[in-house]
Structures are given as structure tokens and as C-alpha cells.
């Protein structure tokens, strides 16, 4: 049988030998997509990795106005144990004021707004709001902020020029958004565990 | 299709050459019917828990379970899997285990180790310090760690069970074995130095079950072919769909194959 | 054979594309309307089943890769993590180990079929050559990836292998510590070992590029051993032989994933659970179920480097494989006495096979006692020696010989005179 041949039987009875195509075509495909997920599957963290995503820290050793840094995932998380007069300065600011309006607190809503309250460890039960916990990249490129520095006496980022208030909030440079606060959880009155 | 018939028999050839490689022990372990042995068999959860429980009050004196941490108990087919903790962290039996372990730690902000209680993320303390140790304990005999032992040894689960109730048997005429070594039919050149570890009722099962020294070798070897193989319930049901699909692909591909050749002497 | 292309680009995009790089041209006279003799059978799908597990290993590989740890102190550790904690590491882990099982079985076949059918003959002896390279480029892969997981069978094997060059006179020593990087198999041995598989496959690949190009100059051999001579002795290879080639892959893959998902450990051995050892060998030390013909024949020679010259000549002689068969027939259907030299020739390479599983002392049967009671009968040693001098004998004495001694059957005018009989046109020679 010649190829001509072939065609033309084929637009003679075109609907059945379409079907099992079309079906083993579908089913290939369907193969296909099934076999990639564990192939990019294998590329998210794995589960050691996962499990080690929570850390407990003892917070009572920080004196006020010290600062602490640990090691969160990978990345740096600040805990200050703030003075009054820091945190005066910070619930100073009107929410008109600020570039970025929105708390960026793991443990809120979206949508809250960045005031004092929302930012520091009063935002968790049984936190105060004494203690401000939040991730230690800046927003803009990832660089880590200075403490104690910028204009607004908060942190102050040396990559590009970034200055963050005493609540961690953004207030000048490129950064897009405030300092996050990630998920946090008092175990006892003293321990927090993050993440 | 004598081709696949060919391709069955080659595929049986291979799977005989492996099982033909076996080391030579001094007697064939013992077959035992295992629930999950066979294609689809599954671990039965509330052997494994007792498996582990003899496992912690018996064989953890001297041997590790390095590559597991106290997680992997309450991972998706572990013993203490509860489908309402999908992250076995969070898992409050895993919690509790893991906290009954001391776990060393640090170096803290002065440099000195300190102990702490475990977490799900820790994994199973060894109970030596290093190898030299372990052997200065043992009278210079090496525990093998048992992560993976019913993998690592010829005859897998049935010979782990068999060894642990093969302490019964009588040494050969003329076979001496001398103190500390005991004799044992089923381990390879038959000298062993491990004890016969196995005590009627030296556990007692949350569960209830009759503490026996055969069902708490059945237990902890079901515990072993766990922690040797954790992801074998998973792999068989991923496998059990792959089959049937790749079947019912190949259906579909024989059609399609039929109705392109349909006319084409060949 | 490939004639003029039948390509013609039909939108401006592939017009433009074909002007400047006929890639597309390329793909349509390689793999849709290459004309196929129509009478391949089965035995002609393992060429599409390997290219298939080729990409299978590459592509596995790369992702374990980004898991694995080369170091001596953490390779097997990091194993252990990719099967218990890495998202699906367990079944792509074991896709690699069974792949490599797979590939070797698919290979082997591919190289029985073409022993059968002649497929080295003029004008294919470059693209039997190119095959016979991968072949030995996939042993070398295979060796080095078992390395990697640095169990007690991965460190000996490595250990009696490179031990093998060892064997060579002056420069034996001197090239055995090169390769080791050091006094003995150790970190620098794996790293490299590491960098060397990763590194092969892609090598594979070309040469298979290599392949698939010269076997489109002479075009497919067919089970009847005659040329191409007219159209109507082919099929344009889409959609007859891609919808063939698929159906034989899938259905190879379901005896995969009957591995990979029901035992995945059954082909590799117990001893690998055991972290290696550089002070303990393993009580009985056999390399992977491919490898075992051939060390059969290095372990049939009392003699180290004569076992080692042996084992490599059992491989080289392939080379010359297409010089050495003497018969202008090319397939074994036509040939009533090599047909059944090659039968036993098979069972030979299994046989050696089985006795090198074994250890060599051991009794195949028994015939008796000696003076001292000793069992004594046919060793798997004497087994192994005869299957060794049958192995080349095949390819230096009989394949040499029969060519001037066999009467062969009376061969088809044309491959469609073999597929229709009686009913095929009178070709128009």
C-alpha cells in the first residue's frame, strides 16, 4: 500500500483512527506532565531542610537597647530589645508619613497598617512591644542594614542607601518596603520561637 | 510477541542473578510472612510503634539509627504517622520522643557544648561517642548502625529475624566457640558477639500484646525494613498508578500501531 | 541511499529559517521521512529504547547531582538524604541505579540483533565501530557512577578495577596511582571518578549523534540482510516506525518501572548499605550483573596480566569484528549453520555470566569424592575457561571459517519479494 493510498482511505473514515491518535497523543502528554513534577519537585527544599525551618530563642539575656542577630533559614533575623525612648520615636511617626503603609507581618493580615503596635512583638501574644524581631535583608536587593545608623536612627543600609526608622519601617532610599516580621510564637515568657 | 516473551525470561534471568549473589550464611534464614512483603504489602503502623519500642529499650544500648531523625517517625508510612499532622514536626508523639532524648549542642556564645532536650529535627543520638569506642565497649566488635541494615544484609528482614531467634540452636560437634563469642546458626561464620538480645517480656507494649521473644523480633525487624526502606508504602502506591497507567499507554499504542500498519504487509 | 530531501518549508517563518539554518530540513529527513526498509522487526526498537534511557540517565544524573556530596565522608550520607529526605529522591535515585541496568539490557540486545543479522557488515563496519565505542563509554560511566555512592562494593570495585592497570608491565604502578590520585582509592579517587561521570554521558551523546549519522549514510539494515533497491521496500520512518518504536519503549518501560517501584534494590547488591571500608572487604565481591561476563573471562587466567589482556581482548576484538566474518551473507536467517553457532553463543555469554557470579572453586555439578573427601567435579573455573576459548573462537575461528564452508539458503530478490511472496512485482533490475 502506497502513502497515496493511505491518505485517502484516511479521508474516507476519518473519525475512528483520529480518535485512538488523539487518545494516544493525550495520553502521552498527560505521561509528560506527570513525570516533570518530581523532576522540579526535587528542587524544593527537601525535608531536613524544611524541618529545620523553626528556631528557639532565649530572649531574656538582651539588655535594653542591645541588638542580637541570629541565624533564621539561611538569613539573619534581628532582635532588638528596644529603649523607651526608641520606641517613643517610633509611635511618633504618622502613617502618612511612611513610603510603605503596610505592617509586613507574618502574623497579620496583609493588610495592616504599619503602626508601632502592628511592627513589634506586642503584635504577638505574649510578646512587648519592647522587642522588635524582624528579617535582616533590606527589601531593596538583600543586603544586610547597619543598626544604629541613618537618619532615622533605626538601620541604615550601605548597598544602596536605605534608612529604616526605630519600628524597622522604611523611610528614604530605594527600598520598597518595610523590614518583615516573620512568623513568630512565644513558647514561654522569655523563649520565641520563629518560624 | 514472542519478543516479549524472550524480553519476560531475560528480565526473570536477571532477577535470579541477583538473588544467586548472596553471601553464604551458615543456615538459609528462616522465610517469614511479612506484611509487607509482595508488590502492594504494606507496614502494619501499630508493629512498627511496638518495633520501635523495642528498638529504643533494647537495641539502642549499642546501636545508631544515624540516618534517621526523630521526624521521619511521623513522615506519610512511619509508626507514628497522624494524618492530621501532615508536617511530622509538628507531630505532638514525634515532639514528645524527640524531647526524651538529650542532644548535644553549641558551641553556645562562650564556645562550650551544652546538652539540650531534642527537637523533631535532631537526629537519633549515637549511642557511642565514635567507632573506637563502640569497639572498646564491645570487646572490639562494631554494633552496626541499623539505618539501613535490613538493606545491607542478604536475606533483609528475614534473616534480621532470623538472627534474633537463632540463638537457640546447638553449636556443631567439634565447633568451638569461646566466651564472650556466642553461637549463632544463622550469622556468617556462626560466632557472634552480640548477646542474645531478646528476653521474654523484657518490654511491655502500650498496646497490650504478649511481649514474646518471637513477636518482639517480628516487631523490630518490621521496624528495621522501615527505617531501612521509609518511602516503600509510597513507592508502591506511585508505582501501583505508573503501572496502570504505563498499561493502559501501551493499549493505546498498540491500536494506534494497528491502525497505521493496517494495510502495510510487513 | 537518503536521495533528495522531500522537506518544503510552507510558512515564511520556517522559509527564512530553512535559508539560513535547515534544521528543521534536518529533523524531517532524519526522523519523518526516512525511508525504512518495511520489514524491521521488533529487535530493531532498542536502538530508539536506549536513545530514550540515554536521556533517561542524563537527566536523572544532572538532578541527583545537585544532591549529591563527593566526599569521601559524606557521599554515602548524602545518598541516604536523597532517598529519605529530597522530594521524590527515592524514585529518581532509583531510576538512575535500575536505568543503568536497563540500558545495559536494552544494549545488549541491540548488539545480539545486530551479531544476528549482520548488521557490521559493508558497508555499516564505522557505524558498528561508533557502537561498540559507546558501548565501552557506558561501561566506563557505569563503573564510576557505581563508585559514587561509596558503599563497600563501590570502594572494592573501584579497589579491583583500577588494580586491573596495576597489571600492565613498567607503567602498570605508575598510571594505577594517576588514576587514584594518591596511595589508594580515597577522596581525590571519587571526586574525579565524579567529575568523570558526570562528564561521559555527554561524550555518549555525541558519539550516538556519530551513530545515528552513519547508520542515515547506508541507511537501516532489515531481518532479510538484502539492500534497499526500490520504494516499494520502504516506509517513510513517521509515522510506521515512531508509532512502533513508542509502543516497544513503553512497553520496555513497564518492565522498568516494575524495578524502579516493586524492587528497586534487586539488581544492585546488599553490601552498598555499607558504608565503605578501606580495612574490610567484602566476604564475596562481584561487580554489576552487566559487567559479569567479563570478569569471568579476566578470573579464567591464573595469570594477572594475561587475565587483564584477556578481558580487554574480549572487548577489542569487536572492533574488528566486520573483518573477521568472512560470509558475504549478512543475516542469520540465511545462514543455516552460523545461525546456530551464534544460538550457542549466546548461552555461552550467559553462562560466563553465571560463572561470574560465582565463585570460581565452587562446583557447577559434582561428580564425586576425592582422596580426602573432598567433593570434587566441574568447576565453575573450567566452566568459565571453556566459555572463554568458545568467546573467541566464535569471532577468530568459526565467523572466519564458515564463510567459505556454509552453503547458504537461497535469499530474497528484495525485501518486498520477502514481505509479499509470490504477490510482490518482479523487481526491476
Redesign the interface.
Known amino acids: 500500500m502506497t502513502k497515496a493510498a493511505a491518505q485517502a482511505d484516511h479521508a474516507a473514515e476519518p473519525t475512528r483512527r483520529d480518535f485512538i491518535h488523539i487518545a494516544t497523543g493525550g495520553m502521552a502528554v498527560i505521561g509528560g506532565a506527570l513525570v516533570l513534577w518530581p523532576f522540579i519537585d526535587q528542587m524544593n527544599p527537601a525535608a531536613d531542610t524544611l524541618a529545620l525551618a523553626s528556631i528557639r530563642i532565649d530572649i531574656s539575656p538582651i539588655a535594653e537597647g542591645q541588638e542580637i542577630t541570629v541565624m533564621w533559614r539561611g538569613g539573619p533575623v534581628f532582635i532588638r530589645h528596644r529603649s523607651e525612648r526608641e520606641i517613643e520615636a517610633a509611635r511618633a511617626e504618622a502613617l502618612e508619613a511612611l513610603p510603605d503603609r503596610l505592617a509586613r507581618n507574618d502574623n497579620l493580615p496583609d493588610n495592616a497598617p504599619a503602626t508601632d503596635e502592628n511592627r513589634s512583638a506586642a503584635s504577638i501574644e505574649g510578646g512587648s512591644a519592647a522587642f522588635l524581631i524582624m528579617r535582616g535583608n533590606c527589601t531593596h536587593l538583600g543586603c544586610v542594614p547597619l543598626k544604629e545608623a541613618g537618619d532615622y536612627h533605626g538601620w541604615y543600609c550601605p548597598c544602596h542607601g536605605s534608612h529604616y526608622d526605630t519600628s524597622g519601617r522604611i523611610r528614604r532610599g530605594p527600598a520598597p518596603e518595610n523590614l518583615s516580621v516573620p512568623p513568630l510564637r512565644f513558647v514561654t515568657e522569655t523563649e520565641v520561637q520563629i518560624g | 510477541m514472542t519478543m516479549l516473551r524472550i524480553f519476560a525470561a531475560a528480565a526473570a534471568a536477571i532477577a535470579i542473578t541477583g538473588t544467586a549473589l548472596a553471601a553464604d550464611p551458615a543456615r538459609k534464614p528462616e522465610r517469614h510472612d511479612w506484611g509487607f512483603s509482595g508488590p502492594f504489602g504494606m507496614f502494619d503502623r501499630a508493629a512498627l510503634q511496638r518495633g520501635f519500642q523495642v528498638y529504643q529499650e533494647v537495641c539502642a544500648a549499642c546501636h545508631g539509627l544515624r540516618q534517621l531523625s526523630f521526624r521521619h517517625l511521623g513522615d506519610d508510612g512511619g509508626p507514628f504517622h497522624d494524618p492530621a499532622y501532615p508536617n511530622p514536626n509538628d507531630n505532638p508523639v514525634v515532639r514528645y520522643i524527640a524531647a526524651r532524648y538529650m542532644i548535644e549542642d553549641g558551641p553556645d556564645d562562650v564556645g562550650d557544648m551544652f546538652e539540650r532536650e531534642g527537637v523533631p529535627a535532631d537526629r537519633f543520638p549515637s549511642p557511642y561517642p565514635n567507632d573506637a569506642a563502640a569497639r572498646a565497649s564491645n570487646g572490639g566488635a562494631l554494633p552496626p548502625d541499623l539505618s539501613v541494615i535490613v538493606s545491607a544484609r542478604a536475606g533483609g528482614a528475614d534473616y534480621i529475624r532470623s538472627l534474633l531467634l537463632g540463638y537457640d540452636y546447638d553449636p556443631p560437634e567439634g565447633f568451638s566457640v569461646e566466651p564472650p563469642m556466642r553461637y549463632n546458626a544463622y550469622f556468617p561464620g556462626e560466632r557472634i558477639m552480640m548477646a542474645n538480645p531478646l528476653v521474654e517480656g523484657m518490654v511491655t507494649y502500650a498496646d497490650g500484646t504478649e511481649a514474646s521473644v518471637e513477636q518482639m523480633a517480628n516487631d523490630v525487624t518490621e521496624f528495621l525494613a522501615w527505617a531501612s526502606d521509609p518511602k516503600l508504602e509510597q513507592r508502591r502506591r506511585i508505582g501501583g498508578m505508573t503501572l496502570i497507567f504505563l498499561f493502559v499507554f501501551a493499549g493505546l499504542l498498540w491500536f494506534s500501531y494497528k491502525q497505521v500498519w493496517r494495510n502495510v504487509a510487513h | 541511499m537518503s536521495g533528495p530531501s522531500t522537506y518544503e518549508p510552507k510558512t515564511p517563518f520556517t522559509r527564512w529559517l530553512d535559508a539560513r539554518l535547515p534544521i528543521v530540513r534536518l529533523g524531517w529527513d532524519s526522523f519523518v521521512d526516512f525511508p525504512t526498509p518495511?520489514?524491521?522487526?521488533?529487535?530493531w526498537t532498542f536502538g530508539g529504547i536506549l536513545a530514550v534511557f540515554l536521556m533517561i540517565q542524563i537527566?536523572t544524573g544532572i538532578?541527583l547531582a545537585?544532591?549529591y556530596v563527593p566526599h569521601v565522608d559524606y557521599a554515602f550520607?548524602s545518598v541516604?538524604?536523597i532517598?529519605?529526605?529530597?522530594?521524590?529522591?527515592?524514585?529518581?535515585q532509583?531510576m538512575h541505579a535500575n536505568g543503568a541496568?536497563f540500558m545495559f539490557?536494552a544494549v545488549y540486545?541491540h548488539m545480539f540483533r545486530g551479531l544476528y543479522y549482520g548488521s557490521y557488515k559493508q558497508p555499516r563496519e564505522l557505524l558498528w565501530i561508533l557502537g561498540v565505542v559507546i558501548y565501552i563509554l557506558m561501561m566506563a560511566a557505569a563503573f564510576m557512577g557505581y563508585v559514587l555512592p561509596w558503599g563497600q562494593m563501590s570502594y572494592w570495585g573501584a579497589m579491583v578495577i583500577t588494580n586491573l592497570i596495576g597489571a600492565l608491565p613498567l607503567v602498570g604502578d605508575a598510571i594505577r596511582e594517576w588514576l587514584w590520585g594518591g596511595f589508594s582509592v580515597g577522596n581525590a579517587t571519587l571526586n574525579r571518578f565524579f567529575s568523570l561521570h558526570y562528564l561521559i554521558p555527554f561524550v555518549i551523546a555525541g558519539v550516538v549523534i556519530l551513530h545515528i549519522w552513519a547508520l542515515h549514510v547506508p541507511g537501516n539494515g532489515n531481518p532479510d540482510g538484502v539492500e534497499v533497491k526500490g520504494k516499494g521496500d520502504t516506509?517513510?520512518f513517521h509515522?510506521?516506525y515512531t508509532?512502533?518504536d513508542?509502543?516497544a519503549i513503553?512497553?520496555?518501560?513497564?518492565?522498568f518501572?516494575?524495578f524502579?517501584?516493586?524492587?528497586?534494590?534487586?539488581?544492585g547488591?546488599?553490601?552498598n548499605?555499607?558504608e565503605a571500608d578501606p580495612l574490610i572487604t567484602?566476604?564475596?565481591i562481584?561487580p554489576e550483573?552487566y559487567l559479569?561476563p567479563f570478569y569471568a573471562i579476566l578470573r579464567a587466567v591464573p595469570d594477572k596480566l594475561g587475565g587483564v589482556l584477556l578481558m580487554f581482548g574480549a572487548i577489542g576484538v569487536l572492533f574488528v569484528l566486520p573483518w573477521l566474518d568472512t560470509s558475504k551473507v549478512r543475516s542469520m536467517r540465511y545462514r543455516p549453520l552460523a545461525r546456530w553457532f551464534f544460538v550457542f553463543f549466546v548461552i555461552i555469554c550467559?553462562l560466563l555470566?553465571?560463572c561470574g557470579?560465582?565463585n570460581p572453586d565452587d562446583l557447577v555439578f559434582k561428580l564425586g569424592y576425592d582422596a580426602a573427601g573432598n567433593e570434587t567435579g566441574f568447576s565453575f573455573l573450567w566452566l568459565a575457561r571453556i566459555g572463554t576459548a568458545y568467546y573467541f573462537a566464535y569471532f577468530l575461528i568459526i565467523l572466519p571459517l564458515l564463510g567459505f564452508i556454509e552453503k547458504p539458503k537461497e535469499r530474497p530478490a528484495s525485501i518486498e519479494a520477502a514481505?509479499?511472496g509470490d504477490a510482490a512485482p518482479k523487481p526491476a533490475e
Request: net charge neutral; proline share 6%; charged share 15%.
Open positions: 518495511r520489514n524491521l522487526n521488533y529487535w537527566i538532578v545537585m544532591h550520607d541516604e538524604r532517598r529519605r529526605d529530597v522530594n521524590y529522591g527515592w524514585l529518581i532509583a541496568s539490557l540486545i516506509l517513510p509515522p510506521y508509532v512502533k513508542a509502543f513503553v512497553v520496555f518501560l513497564i518492565l518501572a516494575g524502579v517501584f516493586f524492587a528497586p534494590n534487586v539488581l547488591h546488599a553490601d548499605f555499607i567484602p566476604a564475596h562481584v550483573w559479569l550467559l555470566g553465571w557470579a560465582e514481505v509479499l
